[in-house]
């Protein structure tokens, strides 16, 4: 089977048939000598990938179609490579022939030689020679002469139609050729033929075709005249196929043409076919009579056993079913003797139910009692106890009051005694700032005495007192101070005066003393 390839370069085509875009493209193999090295290390071996790199290397910024090794020995390796054009075999050849590569391990240079490749094709001579030796060979009739050839490797999708785009036309593949080459006279595809499996089975000279496994197929196309046939071998002669595609891009398929050898399109070859043919449509009917009969066969067979089985069946079920009658029987006396027995138990239940129940209720009843007495006692003795804790309240909150009460009377007394103490102590504050007055009042009078020498007799003895009171004050110390202090209060005290009374006296007294 021919791979295809895709074409990065179809300046070379030749249209071929145009509805189909398919095209004829030359093509350009060379063949590559690789002279190696003798080896002179046992177990040293020359890698023919590493060779195939340095080559593809040497041939940049182009590169090889294909490139595979044809022959090797320890002399040298022919490799055969395809190229893109025609036109770059001249290029790569001046890049290749008489070149030298090196390889790692290797000291020796390796010699390159290489030259257009000639491809494997019929001559004018060879099919002359053929038909002009040949036995058996009429060249008055059609397919024993050369005007047909054989052609290898078609895809199968670059000649189908629409509705069967996995199957060859014999249609496209003839209007191919007549519109290329001339006048076509038969056109046989053994693919579409599928008695030609067949009778290879039964001893026939066709190959076999499947349609599930092949892509590509053979032809024979049979021209009406010998220039037809000439015309096709050459045209055909070193090309390959081409197909352009909707989306721009092309693709090839290498084919292999031949000129038919077996007289495969002659009328006897044909009639035989024929003949094969309808004896393997016979042999078909016969095959499908004997089907058919087997099948009836089968049927009938098949039918008198589903009888047999139905009456199987019948019978089964009619044994099954008074089994089932004996078994319902058995188990309807089953089920009465456990409804009585139900009916019972529920009954002994339901009587066991209604004394529980009673019982529950009694139970009931003397649990509310006993409830009711004993929340009764609980209330009773919740009131006493609130009672009692309302008493103590009470009582806490009549002694917290007592006890507010003389914390208020006696910061009272505290507040008066602070009250008093403070205006004692004014009170002494001003006494004193008093006597000071009053003492410098008598030094000043005590100086207008001096020159005064003559008042009367009363005022000599109210200045002698209060001279001799002054200068006792004088004299006194800070204790004596305290003493005549208190000898004051007392004589206040027995006078029965207040401090303010004091102080108003005080007042009157030193207003007088001043004036005096």
């Known amino acids: 089977?021919?791979?295809?390839?895709?074409?990065?370069?179809?300046?070379?085509?030749?249209e071929f048939f145009g509805p189909k875009e398919l095209y004829l493209k030359p093509i350009a193999k060379i063949n590559i000598s690789v002279t190696l090295p003798q080896l002179k290390t046992t177990g040293k071996a020359i890698s023919n990938w590493e060779v195939m790199e340095k080559l593809r290397k040497m041939v940049k910024p182009d590169h090889f179609l294909m490139l595979r090794v044809s022959k090797s020995s320890m002399e040298f390796i022919r490799f055969e490579a395809e190229i893109e054009t025609r036109a770059l075999i001249k290029t790569f050849i001046a890049r290749l022939d008489g070149k030298s590569m090196k390889l790692q391990g290797f000291p020796e240079f390796l010699k390159v030689r290489a030259a257009e490749a000639k491809l494997s094709f019929p001559s004018r001579h060879d099919w002359d020679s053929f038909f002009r030796d040949a036995q058996n060979m009429n060249e008055e009739n059609p397919g024993e002469r050369p005007d047909t050839i054989?052609?290898?490797?078609?895809?199968c999708k670059w000649f189908s139609i629409d509705s069967e785009p996995d199957k060859p036309s014999e249609l496209i593949l003839k209007m191919a050729f007549a519109s290329f080459i001339g006048e076509v006279r038969r056109i046989d595809i053994p693919?579409?033929?599928?008695?030609?499996h067949e009778n290879q089975i039964t001893g026939g000279n066709f190959r076999t075709f499947n349609f599930g496994n092949s892509l590509t197929f053979d032809a024979y196309v049979q021209f009406m005249e010998y220039i037809g046939f000439v015309k096709a071998?050459?045209?055909?002669?070193?090309?390959?196929?081409?197909?352009?595609?909707?989306d721009g891009k092309a693709y090839t398929a290498e084919i292999k043409v031949d000129f038919d050898r077996t007289k495969h399109l002659s009328n006897k070859s044909i009639r035989r076919r024929e003949r094969e043919?309808?004896?393997?449509?016979?042999?078909?009917?016969?095959?499908?009579?004997?089907?058919?009969?087997?099948?009836?066969?089968?049927?009938?067979?098949?039918?008198?056993?589903?009888?047999?089985?139905?009456?199987?069946?019948?019978?089964?079920?009619?044994?099954?079913?008074?089994?089932?009658?004996?078994?319902?029987?058995?188990?309807?006396?089953?089920?009465?003797r456990r409804r009585t027995r139900r009916e019972q138990?529920?009954?002994?239940?339901?009587?066991?139910?209604e004394e529980r129940k009673l019982l529950v209720a009694q139970r009931k009843l003397e649990s509310i009692r006993i409830l009711t007495e004993?929340?009764?006692?609980?209330?009773?003795?919740k009131q006493h106890n609130d009672l009692q804790q309302r008493i103590l309240e009470l009582e806490q909150e009549k002694e917290r009051q007592i006890e507010m009460e003389e914390k208020k009377k006696a910061a009272e007394r505290m507040r008066k005694k602070e009250m008093e103490t403070k205006k004692a102590r004014q009170l002494k504050r001003k006494e004193s700032r008093l006597r000071k007055r009053l003492l410098q009042n008598w030094k000043r009078k005590q100086d207008k005495q001096k020159i005064n020498i003559g008042e009367s007799g009363s005022q000599d003895k109210t200045k002698m007192k209060i001279r001799s009171a002054v200068v006792k004050t004088e004299d006194a110390s800070d204790d004596d101070t305290h003493k005549l202090q208190s000898v004051v209060s007392s004589w206040s005290q027995q006078r029965h005066w207040t401090p303010a009374e004091y102080y108003n006296w005080m007042r009157e007294h030193y207003s007088y003393y001043s004036s005096w």
Do not use: F, W
């Open 1 to 14: 089977m021919a791979q295809q390839q895709l074409c990065a370069d179809p300046s070379e085509a030749i």
């Open 150 to 155: 054989h052609v290898e490797n078609l895809p």
């Open 191 to 196: 693919m579409l033929d599928p008695y030609r």
């Open 233 to 246: 071998m050459d045209a055909l002669k070193g090309m390959k196929l081409l197909r352009k595609t909707s």
């Open 277 to 336: 043919r309808q004896r393997l449509i016979e042999l078909e009917e016969q095959r499908a009579e004997q089907k058919r009969k087997e099948k009836e066969e089968e049927e009938r067979r098949k039918e008198e056993e589903r009888k047999q089985k139905e009456l199987e069946e019948l019978e089964r079920k009619r044994k099954k079913q008074e089994k089932l009658t004996r078994k319902k029987q058995r188990q309807q006396v089953r089920e009465e």
């Open 345 to 353: 138990k529920k009954m002994q239940k339901k009587i066991a139910m």
């Open 374 to 381: 004993l929340l009764l006692r609980a209330k009773l003795e």
